[in-house]
């Protein structure tokens, strides 16, 4: 039986050079983008969550300060992700069976994407689970603990990608409706699709609970 304690590695430490603007503060209606994640990943029931900081990571912290999340500086961020991953993995509760890795720049990934990711981990044979969306590989990725070592043994070169791509057999390809797996934001034309498709959505479950109480209403079904 598998170990069902899942962490979040949430990767924010880059420079967001090719933005000009710095992403994980980037707004999303009333939440900045690194807050979005933080809340999908806590509402999912993921209650060991690393973040790691390193370009303006004092900023992260302060915006993160009224949630329950870890902070871990990757001091070599210039060198990039993959060396965010290996301090964010060297951080991770040692009980944990399975992680998801999320970069900052795919920021509307839904809660029930995440927890659809969890059980499927759990009820599948495989240690590797992809989300996609018509049939194309998104974020986050669900990596079994058997490979944390091997990952942290890595030189890096080809990144997070090579590694897991030798284990193509133990991956599973797990269809979701979530488009928002596949949405990035490199660019400012990137941010500014990606805001569309924000408010394309409309409110979310919880939103419409916080409109509705104003007037002492609520949700039935």
């Known amino acids: 039986m598998k170990n069902k304690k899942i962490s979040s590695i949430i990767l924010s430490a880059g420079f967001s050079s090719r933005m000009g603007s710095f992403k994980p503060l980037l707004k999303f209606g009333d939440y900045t983008a690194i807050e979005t994640i933080i809340k999908a990943h806590l509402n999912s029931g993921i209650n060991d969550i690393v973040v790691v900081i390193g370009h303006r990571g004092d900023e992260v912290r302060e915006t993160l300060e009224d949630y329950k999340v870890k902070f871990v500086k990757n001091e070599n961020y210039a060198q990039g992700m993959f060396s965010s991953v290996v301090s964010g993995l060297q951080a991770i509760e040692r009980e944990a069976g399975a992680f998801l890795v999320q970069p900052v720049d795919i920021p509307l990934v839904k809660e029930n994407t995440i927890k659809s990711l969890k059980s499927q981990y759990i009820h599948s044979d495989k240690g590797i689970i992809y989300p996609t969306f018509c049939g194309r590989k998104g974020h986050p990725p669900l990596i079994d603990c058997k490979y944390k070592q091997e990952i942290l043994d890595s030189n890096g070169d080809g990144g997070l990608k090579r590694i897991l791509e030798k284990y193509k057999d133990d991956a599973e390809y797990y269809p979701t409706f979530d488009e928002a797996v596949l949405k990035d934001m490199d660019t400012p034309e990137a ?31």
Do not use: D, K, M, V
């Open 191 to 221: 941010y500014e699709i990606l805001l569309a498709y924000y408010f394309s959505e409309g409110p979310t479950r919880n939103e419409w609970e916080r409109i509705l109480s104003i007037y002492n209403l609520r949700i039935t079904s």
